[in-house]
């Protein structure tokens, strides 16, 4: 009975490997170790941990990975074939696979006779052969051997007798599983799902898998394709990282394979999104926000129309439930909000609004006015919060500023330039004179304005800024140019976004600086 029997479609994790190939993605031993755990944790049947002939690291990783109490995947080694005129007990790379004593060895293979002639400078025979005897000789070692089939659909393409012999030869030495691979991305759905299905009438005796890249953007819908076209192995890696423009994305290809084909691959989809942030994390990159199903936006909803019927339906605007793979319903307000984007907003400060309403207008009206001033409350939720509590009377004044002012000192002598800041304010009818340094002119106002509060509300010391962003944008009449400043507030539990738009970067960041506090205290004092 095949290895790949008992469940539809298995998945093939490659992110410690093809995703490493990608620019801009680059793991420690440890984040290696670390990923292979989650995977496992999140039932991905095998983990391509490397290739133990490229790197010390990658054989250090197997050996480590011992260590590790995988649940259920299975861990592979990934290399080559024998080289062209070399016994293959005598090939070092093949040797190098067995070292790392996983009990599954991926190797890939040429297809395409133009590769065979031009890049191993050999013969189709000799090509055939070297597939046939590494994989015979894996075999011989008890390995369950994946063949990754590199260049197939264009082999294929160019001679389905070559690429088709190729495989054959994968299977008189006893692979366990033909992986077909899209390695340039070039191919189109249709081919992969119709070359698929050839492959499997005329090798009926192995499994079929597929492995994709998204050079068309087509990595996930390639992978779709092949499975239609009776693939029952998926290699992907994790937020699509590796070679070029990236891998079939696994985080999209596994909720289709789950909710749309109705095929079980994983046992708890809903941790999907945690997955996907924690490979980010690890790798030390930006989550993409625009993300199929676990990205941030995958679930926003923006345009007044669509928050005003997914309220009444969320199906009328969501292809999925947002919670099936662990994200959730995002309502954003904007120039595009219409008074159902407001309510909801409120609703989740505690202040219920009627549709209709005056207030429901009037803050609706103010977000508009703003947003066409260059405003924009997407990302600066305080902002929109103290925006809403002004117009209901919600809101009690903190402080009275009556000025502040900034001076930047360049020195001539070597010393460090020096940023200050003053601060004149009342709080009640107390007036509060202070003045700060700073590294820059954002953090001296910052501490001129905790130093002129904090002696009334010593509570704002658990508040400091996490992020600072500008951005230049035009002014509506196009005659000079506005900045907006986004900062980002945080006490430790909560984080909250805080916005301000000005002629002057000064002022802008003023604005968004003042509101980040006086958000704090409207909440703390229970306003
Ligand atoms: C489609 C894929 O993604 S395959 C994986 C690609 N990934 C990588 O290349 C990352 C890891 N690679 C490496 O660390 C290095 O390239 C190594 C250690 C494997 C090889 O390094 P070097 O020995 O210095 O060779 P180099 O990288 O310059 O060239 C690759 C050699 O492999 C040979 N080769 C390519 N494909 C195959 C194959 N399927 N079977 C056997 N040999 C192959 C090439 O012909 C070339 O040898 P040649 O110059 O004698 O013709
Ligand atoms: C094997 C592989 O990574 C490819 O063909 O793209």
């Known amino acids: 009975m095949s290895a790949l029997s008992d469940k539809p479609v298995r998945l093939y994790d490659t992110t410690l490997r093809d995703g490493t190939q990608g620019e801009g993605f680059q793991l420690s031993l440890l984040d290696k170790l670390r990923i292979a755990e989650r995977l496992d944790a999140f039932g991905i049947d095998y983990i391509e941990g490397g290739w133990p002939g490229s790197n010390p690291k990658d054989v250090e990783f197997f050996q480590e990975a011992k260590k590790l109490k995988l649940s259920h995947a299975k861990l592979a080694a990934f290399g080559s074939t024998r080289r062209a005129d070399t016994p293959v007990e005598q090939d070092p790379q093949v040797k190098l696979l067995l070292d790392a004593e996983t009990p599954v060895v991926t190797i890939f293979g040429k297809s395409w006779e133009m590769q065979v002639t031009e890049v191993l400078r050999t013969t189709p025979e000799e090509n055939r052969a070297m597939i046939r005897d590494t994989v015979a000789y894996l075999k011989q070692h008890g390995r369950e051997v994946v063949y990754d089939a590199e260049h197939f ?13 190729s495989l054959q030869a994968a299977a008189e030495g006893g692979a366990d599983c033909l992986v077909l691979c899209d390695t340039n991305g070039g191919t189109l759905p249709e081919e992969v799902m119709e070359i698929c299905a050839i492959v499997r009438a005329r090798i009926p005796q192995v499994p079929v898998g597929i492995h994709t890249h998204n050079d068309c953007e087509l990595g996930v819908a390639n992978a779709v394709a092949a499975v239609r076209g009776g693939a029952v192995q998926v290699q992907g890696t994790i937020n699509g990282y590796g070679e070029r423009t990236g891998n079939c994305n696994l985080t999209s290809v596994i909720p289709i394979l789950q909710l749309k084909m109705d095929m079980e691959v994983v046992p708890d989809l809903t941790k999907l999104r945690e997955l996907s942030y924690f490979v980010d994390d690890v790798s030390n990159n930006p989550h993409f926000a625009r993300a199929a199903f676990v990205g941030r936006t995958a679930f926003a ?8 019927a997914v309220q009444k339906l969320a199906r009328s605007y969501e292809h999925i439930v947002p919670q099936a793979v662990g994200n959730e319903q995002n309502i954003l307000v904007s120039e595009l909000s219409g008074q159902s984007n407001i309510l909801i907003k409120a609703e989740q400060l505690g202040i219920p609004l009627d549709k209709g309403s005056a207030e429901a207008k009037a803050v ?29 009377g919600r809101y009690e004044k903190t402080f009275d500023l009556k ?16 940023c200050e800041a003053t601060v004149k304010l009342y709080v009640g009818e107390v007036p509060k004179y202070t003045v700060a ?14 130093g002129a509060l904090e002696p009334f509300y010593p509570e704002i010391s658990e508040v400091s800024l996490v992020d600072y962003k500008v951005r230049i944008i035009d002014s509506h009449d196009a005659t000079a140019a506005k900045t907006r400043v986004l900062i980002v507030s945080t006490n430790g539990e909560e984080n909250w976004g805080t916005v301000g738009v000005s002629e002057n970067i000064i002022e802008a960041s003023w604005i968004a600086l003042v509101d980040g506090i006086d958000l704090f205290l409207q909440r703390h004092r229970g306003v």
Do not use: W
């Not at 909803?301 to 005003?308: E, R």
């Not at 977000?367 to 929109?384: D, H, M, R, T, W």
């Not at 000025?403 to 020096?418: A, I, K, L, M, N």
């Open 153 to 165: 659909f264009d082999g294929y393409k160019d001679s389905p007798g070559h690429a088709l012999g």
């Open 301 to 308: 909803h923006k345009g007044g129309m669509h928050v005003n």
């Open 364 to 392: 609706l009206q103010k977000v508009k006015e703003l947003e066409n001033e260059g405003y924009s409350f997407e990302a600066a939720g305080g902002s929109l919060e103290l925006l809403i509590r002004r117009e209901l």
């Open 403 to 418: 000025e502040f002012h900034t001076s930047f000192r360049q020195y001539r002598d070597g010393h460090d330039p020096v």
């Open 437 to 450: 340094e700073g590294r820059g002119v954002v953090n001296a106002l910052d501490k001129a304005l905790r």
